[in-house]
């Protein structure tokens, strides 16, 4: 039994056990890791939940769409009640896009602030002009009967009309001013907007046989927060936007085909014509209703640059290579050494690795993504630093830590701002620690039966600081 004892007591003090020990911690600190995870995670819907709140009284998500002009017309339709025939009138909609479409505008930008969290906002000043050709139902649906020009309606829509800061009026033709009314006016569509009956215009309605081709014009003053989109709703469809926001990012089907960004704000210009779109310039709402052109938005989201909830998510992902890197220094200054690292002060330095985000996301939302990074990667590197030193009786070992600490944090802010390298710089990292460790401890007796390093090991002297 005695023999069985030694034998088991030169496996537990040999470094192949302590290495597996070590491997076994790095994977248990994968609970603490994921519980840093959840909390990123709640308080970045908790900064959602924010903004939410911000945007339901400011003006949310802003999306204009259309405009359409709507014409009301029946048909006759047959159906069969048993042997009998019997003819039904029912009511449908035209819908027309018109031929061409400019908007241009200014988006004022703002940053509004709740408690810790910051939401951008902007009110937008749009003018709104085009040209709509004369409309013919007969084009969209041969068999109308009776088409009711005087409820022929001008509807636009806007995703948030809460956000509407000023009345707004239609101008015809130059001539005729129209008052626009709430909802897009079309039953059974669930897109918000606005609407102008064309009864009044006497330029457009030709008593009750036909319309006319119009021009028209409209000024819209309204409020949104974090993305202004449009949609191609016209044959021609030009857009330039202007803001003082310095951090566009341009997004949806079409991109800017002109753009100025600087300090002072950004200006872009879009063209999109209707071939780029697969969408009809006229149709019947029994074949599909007014919402068509989802895919086809664009427009420009106003950017916060540093997404702290995002970079410290990201940074985590590394959690355990760091774990493993950092465990990995410690394991071959202890092999260099006389003195041995428990098992339970490994799980210490591994616990403040993981409290290094927390520290990081706290500070973030106080002090922003850099200076709470300098500061968390400073205190928790500086901490394990003396903390190993220490353990070891060496100041140099706690030299190399701070060094390693150092490499370790300088090299992750890196990878955390590289992005699209992020994996590559990851990957590289991964690699060269592990080969570092791998030549480092070429000649380490794993077993623990000869001599560690260059240092000769009393297996039976049972000194007290020779703790697994």
């Known amino acids: 039994m005695s023999d069985i004892g030694q034998s088991a007591g030169r496996v537990a003090r040999s470094p192949a056990f302590k290495f597996f020990l070590i491997s076994f911690l790095v994977l248990l600190l994968l609970i603490p890791l994921l519980m840093v995870i959840a909390l990123v995670s709640?308080?970045?819907?908790?900064?959602?939940?924010?903004?939410?709140?911000?945007?339901?009284?400011w003006g949310g998500v802003q999306t204009l769409t259309g405009p359409y002009?709507?014409?009301?017309?029946?048909?006759?339709?047959?159906?069969?009640?048993?042997?009998?025939?019997?003819?039904?009138?029912?009511?449908r909609r035209a819908v027309f896009l018109p031929e061409e479409l400019t908007i241009t505008g200014n988006g004022k930008s703002n940053v509004l602030t709740r408690s810790i969290f910051d939401v951008n906002v902007y009110?937008?000043?749009?003018?709104?002009?085009?040209?709509?050709?004369?409309?013919?139902?007969?084009?969209?649906?041969?068999?109308?009967?009776?088409?009711?020009?005087?409820?022929?309606?001008?509807?636009?829509?806007?995703?948030?009309?809460?956000?509407?800061?000023?009345?707004?009026?239609?101008?015809?033709?130059?001539?005729?001013?129209?008052?626009?009314?709430?909802?897009?006016g079309i039953p059974g569509n669930y897109l918000s907007g606005i609407h102008a009956k064309l009864d009044d215009a006497a330029s457009v309605i030709e008593g009750e046989s036909a319309a006319k081709a119009f021009s028209f014009h409209a000024d819209l003053v309204f409020t949104g927060s974090s993305s202004l989109?449009?949609?191609?709703?016209?044959?021609?469809?030009?857009?330039?936007?202007?803001?003082?926001?310095?951090?566009?990012?341009?997004?949806?089907?079409?991109?800017?085909?002109?753009?100025?960004?600087?300090?002072s704000g950004f200006s872009a210009k879009w063209r999109v014509p209707h071939l780029a779109r697969s969408v009809p310039n006229q149709w019947t709402t029994t074949d599909g209703g007014v919402d068509r052109f989802l895919q086809y938005q664009f427009g420009v989201t106003f950017y916060q640059p540093v997404d702290f909830y995002g970079l410290v998510n990201r940074a985590v992902k590394y959690g355990l290579l760091f774990l493993a890197v950092g465990f990995m220094g410690?394991?071959?200054?202890?092999l260099m050494s006389h003195k041995r690292v428990h098992a339970v002060q490994y799980l210490?330095?591994?616990?403040?690795?993981?409290?290094?985000?927390?520290?990081?996301?706290?500070?973030?939302?106080?002090?922003?993504?850099?200076?709470?990074y300098l500061i968390a990667s400073l205190a928790t590197g500086g901490m394990l630093s003396i903390y190993v030193g220490k353990s070891l009786e060496s100041g140099r070992s706690g030299l190399i830590m701070a060094a390693l600490f150092a490499l370790l944090y300088g090299l992750l802010y890196l990878i955390l701002r590289l992005e699209d390298y992020a994996l590559l710089a990851?990957?590289?990292?991964?690699?060269?620690?592990?080969?570092?460790?791998?030549?480092?401890?070429?000649?380490?007796?794993?077993?623990?039966?000869?001599t560690i390093g260059a240092r000769p090991i009393n297996a039976s002297k049972g000194r007290d600081d020779e703790m697994v």
């Open 348 to 372: 210490f330095v591994g616990l403040a690795m993981v409290f290094f985000y927390v520290l990081l996301l706290s500070l973030a939302e106080h002090l922003g993504f850099t200076a709470a």
């Open 330 to 334: 410690v394991f071959v200054l202890e």
């Open 426 to 450: 990851g990957a590289a990292l991964g690699f060269a620690a592990l080969t570092a460790v791998m030549f480092t401890t070429l000649k380490v007796d794993w077993s623990g039966l000869g």
């Open 42 to 57: 709640d308080r970045e819907g908790r900064s959602r939940s924010v903004m939410s709140d911000i945007a339901r009284t």
């Open 123 to 184: 009110t937008a000043s749009l003018r709104i002009e085009g040209r709509f050709s004369a409309p013919d139902v007969a084009d969209v649906d041969p068999n109308a009967i009776s088409i009711r020009w005087k409820d022929a309606i001008f509807a636009l829509a806007l995703s948030d009309v809460a956000g509407l800061k000023e009345a707004a009026t239609l101008k015809v033709n130059d001539r005729e001013t129209l008052p626009f009314a709430p909802s897009l």
């Open 229 to 263: 989109s449009f949609t191609p709703a016209a044959r021609e469809t030009r857009v330039e936007l202007s803001s003082d926001w310095p951090h566009p990012s341009f997004m949806g089907a079409f991109l800017p085909v002109e753009r100025e960004v600087g300090q």
């Open 69 to 91: 002009l709507v014409v009301p017309y029946s048909v006759r339709v047959e159906t069969r009640d048993g042997d009998k025939i019997v003819q039904q009138t029912q009511e």
